[in-house]
């Protein structure tokens, strides 16, 4: 019985090594090539360095501004963040426990739109937008879209996770006197720490890796670039055209971070789409 269940799991095993590779190498590619310079990345036939180039990461932080884009990607990342957490789970609660007139109709409006990908046509309209509250040349255009923008997968994640905690303990705090603000932040809102997490780990990715909306609102002022922005400005810019060894270098260290931040969060972020999917 044992033999046939190891038969029968080899082809998975060697289909999952496979799917794991094919993830694995272009980050593992990325990483051998920050270490050689632009000529052993252009014509050298060799995958690996013959001589470890750990001044790239040096030069890309020193030359290419690169401390200036970190700071901004932080910066832009923690309010998004904290924003996002804060607007997903507190409309994630309101559909889930309150009534009021519409409520159907809206979170089917809301949904609908989840089937709607005009991509890049939304840029006009929030550009316009932004430029009316005099935003659009800066980051805190990018972090108002993110934060008050409806993102549909995290208002899912929230309700279905709150679908899940039993209403007896609304009812219990509402006969203690509790207000409908009051059961959500005193009792509730503790209990959402996984929930807190998905969301966290979904906002953060998306915004650190966001190419085209911070790149249009930080068109004309370069200083205020992200991470991403400036790794791929780097290839139009002056010195660095050719600085291939410089793009790689800066590539991992906008990899980094996300990667950290993923596995210390792994943990609660599986939890919190498995309660949420199962729970909704």
């Known amino acids: 019985m044992k033999k046939r269940q190891l038969l029968e799991a080899i082809p998975k095993y060697i289909f999952l090594t496979l799917l794991a590779a094919l993830v694995i190498f272009p980050i593992f590619y990325i990483l051998v090539s920050s270490l050689k310079n632009t000529a052993s990345i252009l014509a050298s036939s060799s995958f690996f360095p013959k001589t470890l180039s750990w001044d790239n990461y040096v030069r890309a932080w020193n030359l290419s501004n690169f401390k200036v884009y970190t700071w901004n990607s932080i910066y832009m990342c923690a309010i998004i963040v904290f924003g996002t957490i804060v607007t997903s789970i507190t409309s994630g609660y309101v559909f889930s426990r309150s009534r009021f007139i519409g409520k159907k109709p809206l979170l089917a409006l809301i949904t609908f739109s989840m089937f709607i990908s005009a991509g890049s ?160």
Do not use: H
């Open 121 to 280: 046509l939304f840029l006009f309209p929030q550009l316009n937008i932004a430029k009316a509250l005099n935003l659009n040349n800066s980051l805190w255009g990018v972090i108002i879209i993110y934060i008050f923008g409806i993102n549909v997968t995290n208002l899912y994640l929230a309700k279905g996770f709150i679908d899940g905690i039993p209403k007896e303990i609304d009812e219990a705090a509402r006969v203690d006197g509790c207000s409908f603000f009051r059961i959500f932040w005193s009792i509730i809102f503790p209990l959402t720490k996984p929930l807190i997490a998905t969301v966290g780990l979904l906002a953060f990715m998306n915004s650190w890796n966001d190419y085209l909306l911070p790149m249009v609102f930080t068109l004309g002022n370069p200083d205020k670039q992200p991470l991403v922005v400036g790794i791929v400005s780097m290839k139009s810019s002056g010195e660095s055209v050719t600085s291939w060894d410089l793009m790689m270098a800066g590539t991992v260290m906008a990899v980094i971070p996300m990667l950290v931040v993923f596995i210390a969060l792994n943990k609660y972020f599986v939890s919190g789409l498995t309660s949420g999917a199962v729970k909704g």
